[in-house]
């Protein structure tokens, strides 16, 4: 199991940045594939980026193609997500998940281990 901690949620204007960090701890976090999820209140969490273990690869939701990043560093067994040009929408609880199968291409599903999340509020 891998143990999940997310950081650098906040309140930020519309149009503005946010970088968030999800620290990894426990068993070996450099072959899994690692997402990020949020959900807003009232509605179901979603899909919103995925790396692949060696970040070769990154997928992301359709409504933050273009303004956000995944990103991660297995020596500091941390992934990131930097988010630009943030929207009221973007407004959530943003999540930190692994998945453990062993050098798998990430979907928007099947995740395994799960941060308690950051908030992300955007004013407008």
């Known amino acids: 199991q891998v143990q999940l901690l997310e950081s650098g949620g906040g309140l930020v204007q519309a149009g503005g940045s946010l970088r968030l960090s999800c620290a990894a701890s426990?068993?070996?976090?450099?072959?899994?594939?690692m997402g990020w999820f949020r959900q807003a209140p009232g509605k179901e969490r979603e899909f919103v980026a995925a790396?692949?273990?060696?970040?070769?690869?990154?997928y992301y939701a359709d409504s933050v193609k273009g303004r956000f990043t995944i990103s991660r560093d297995n020596d500091k067994n941390a992934v990131y997500l930097q988010m630009n040009s943030l929207k009221p929408e973007d407004t959530a609880v943003y999540y930190c998940?692994?998945?453990?199968?062993?050098?798998?291409?990430?979907?928007?599903?099947?995740?395994?281990?799960w941060g308690r999340g950051t908030q992300v509020t955007v004013s407008s």
């Open positions: 998940a692994a998945d453990r199968r062993y050098r798998v291409v990430p979907g928007t599903s099947g995740y395994d281990d």
């Open positions: 426990g068993r070996i976090f450099s072959n899994n594939a």
């Open positions: 790396i692949t273990w060696n970040g070769g690869n990154t």
